[in-house]
């Protein structure tokens, strides 16, 4: 059976139209989906995201990075993510250090993270809608707003012409610190 028959039998589900009918009509804006087990939570949520009537943006909280990370892989293939480029489905990883355990987290999860709050504070919300996967571990640590996000983010580009001081003060007030040699992206 193809994913279009398997998305069909949940359209024939009662339960499920009542879910479509509450998020169409926006009597409530947050759902907790609890009975399904791995890959039919999955399927439901594919389901659900492609309902044409309701392209909306989702946040799919987990109660681990292990179970966001399969979330994440059944969505991106049941949703076609590589062919489709109008998916926008993103794994946002928890830090892997406890904040205070004095030792840095990993680059490349800093840069994943900062890479999608740069996506989450640029996107157009009505062209383009956006699943987000993560762990609650993720969200523990504070985050600053879109507004702020995007007003403490800059790019330079070839031909760009700074100040050595005032690049020295953003890159300060940003909590960079100075060093000999630059070891690792940051």
């Known amino acids: 059976m193809a994913l279009s028959g398997i998305f069909s039998l949940w359209n024939q589900s009662k339960e499920f139209k009542e879910i479509i009918k509450i998020i169409k009509e926006k009597l409530?804006?947050?759902?907790?989906?609890?009975?399904?087990?791995?890959?039919?939570?999955?399927?439901?949520?594919?389901?659900?995201?492609?309902k044409e009537e309701i392209k909306k943006s989702y946040l799919i909280i987990t109660d681990s990075q292990e179970n966001a990370l399969k979330i994440y892989q059944d969505l991106s293939n049941l949703l076609n993510k590589p062919q489709n480029k109008e998916e926008n489905i993103f794994l946002f990883p928890s830090f892997d250090v406890l904040?205070?355990?004095?030792?840095?987290?990993d680059p490349q999860i800093i840069q994943q993270r900062i890479n999608i709050l740069k996506h989450l504070s640029m996107n157009d919300y009505n062209k383009k809608r956006i699943i987000l996967i993560t762990d609650i571990k993720a969200l523990l640590p504070k985050l600053?707003?879109?507004?702020?996000?995007?007003?403490?983010?800059?790019?330079?580009?070839v031909g760009d012409i700074l100040k050595k001081d005032d690049?020295?003060?953003?890159?300060?007030?940003?909590?960079?610190?100075s060093v000999e040699i630059v070891e690792e992206k940051g």
């Open 167 to 177: 690049f020295l003060k953003i890159l300060l007030d940003q909590n960079y610190r």
């Open 144 to 157: 600053a707003s879109p507004q702020k996000f995007k007003k403490t983010s800059w790019k330079l580009k």
């Open 99 to 105: 904040p205070y355990e004095g030792i840095s987290s």
């Open 28 to 50: 409530i804006n947050k759902i907790l989906l609890f009975g399904l087990k791995d890959s039919a939570r999955s399927f439901f949520i594919a389901a659900l995201a492609s």
